[in-house]
């Protein structure tokens, strides 16, 4: 009896000694373009938000945005996958009533103008797989530009205005003023 209690001791020590990484979890490394949200109203404690846009926020790091976002070809509004935007109540975007749901947001980039495009494609990666068929909405918008402030990582958010809201893109020295109004 006692020689079997003892190899079972023993052998309980030994298994502690062993580590086992059968749980073990391999996490990535921080992301270059980390993703970001930005919706409206854009204060944590208001539930009932009219818009909101996921997506990521690629770094100039000396880089042209024109290399990043070129002109003239359709771009994913960030990086690595196409901007996700979620509407939660009718909207009107240009000329167009856009329904409440969920959207891929894609820009076509120019030195005057930048055309912004609501399209109904979902879980699109890039802008390798748009479809100009599945468009919902497309409107222009005038390029702004700052001279004086730069912002190195690719940035959106939301500003009331009297019909609804602007969604600003901000870049470099680019500035653009998207506008959804309230139906």
Request: glycine share 6%.
């Amino acid at each position: 009896m006692k020689i079997s209690t003892f190899i079972s001791t023993l052998a309980l020590t030994l298994l502690m000694l062993i580590p086992f990484n059968s749980n073990a979890q391999e996490f990535p490394d921080l992301d270059k373009s980390p993703m970001d949200a930005a919706a409206f109203p854009s204060k944590n404690d208001e539930p009932k938000k009219l818009i909101k846009i996921i997506y990521s926020r690629p770094q100039l790091k000396g880089r042209s945005i024109w290399d990043l976002a070129p002109v003239g070809k359709v771009w994913r509004t960030g990086a690595n996958e196409a901007a996700e935007l979620t509407i939660y109540t009718p909207m009107l975007f240009g000329d167009t009533k856009i329904e409440p749901g969920t959207y891929t947001f894609f820009m076509i980039p120019g030195k005057q103008e930048w055309t912004a495009i609501i399209s109904k494609d979902l879980n699109v990666w890039g802008s390798y797989f748009y479809n100009e068929e599945n468009d919902v909405a497309k409107v222009a918008v005038p390029v702004k530009n700052d001279k004086n402030n730069s912002i190195e990582a690719f940035s959106i958010v939301f500003q009331e205005t009297s019909k609804g809201t602007d969604m600003y893109l901000g870049w470099g020295h680019i500035r653009l003023a998207i506008p959804f109004h309230k139906l």
